[in-house]
């Protein structure tokens, strides 16, 4: 396996998505998952976008994401194309508030999987990419479940110190305490 190539593909309809389509990036990051990051839009370059997703899995990549905003077609296009599995982030507009993009890249007709993350969602996007990548018996997978469950773990944690820091409060404002 060649340990430079970049196994993610992290594409979006244009460059404003970047400020939430930068949180999957975070994500793989976090995981040592090398990525690459690209405009592609299906309304905008469409020739190329085709060519895009056709060639993504020849060049190792294992996972796309793509996040879109408003008619959000991208998703959906590279998913018909490419053999990969393909997670897509609507990213909300000023209008509509990302149902339109959600609902563009949810509603996909039978037999071309796009797996939606919520309006806005990237970082769940590359964590659910990094537990794609985390499948199976190589020593790849084997390193990603171990860090998953530390991740896990230190969600854990946090989750638990602001129980006890609301028990407290909850315990100080209790009536005739
Ligand atoms: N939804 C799509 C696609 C596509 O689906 O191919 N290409 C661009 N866009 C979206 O248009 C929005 C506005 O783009 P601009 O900010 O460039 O005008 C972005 O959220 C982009 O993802």
């Known amino acids: 396996m060649n340990t430079t190539a970049p ?3 992290l594409v979006m309809g244009s460059d404003s998505d970047w400020p939430v389509m930068k949180l999957a990036a975070e994500a793989l990051h976090e995981f040592g ?7 592609v839009s299906a309304h905008r370059m469409p ?3 085709i060519a895009y997703g056709k060639a993504a899995h020849t060049r ?5 994401i793509a996040g879109a905003g408003g008619a959000a077609h991208l998703p959906g296009m590279l998913a018909s194309v490419t053999p990969l599995p393909v997670i897509g982030v609507p990213v909300p507009l000023k209008t509509l508030d990302g ?3 959600l609902l563009s890249i949810v509603q996909m007709p039978a037999g071309v999987p796009v797996a939606t993350v919520s309006i806005g969602g990237a970082r769940n996007a590359g964590l ?4 794609m990548l985390a499948i199976g018996a190589d020593d ?3 390193g ?3 860090k998953l469950i530390t991740f896990a773990e230190s969600l854990r944690q946090v989750a638990s110190e602001k129980g006890a820091v609301l028990r407290a409060a909850v315990a100080n404002e209790a009536p005739g305490t």
């Open 47 to 49: 020739e190329d976008m």
């Open 140 to 142: 790849l997978a084997a």
């Open 7 to 9: 196994m993610v593909s």
């Open 60 to 64: 190792g990549i294992r996972v796309i």
């Open 33 to 39: 998952i090398l990525f690459e990051a690209d405009v």
């Open 128 to 131: 659910l990419a990094v537990r």
């Open 144 to 146: 990603l479940q171990e």
């Open 99 to 101: 149902m339109d993009s």
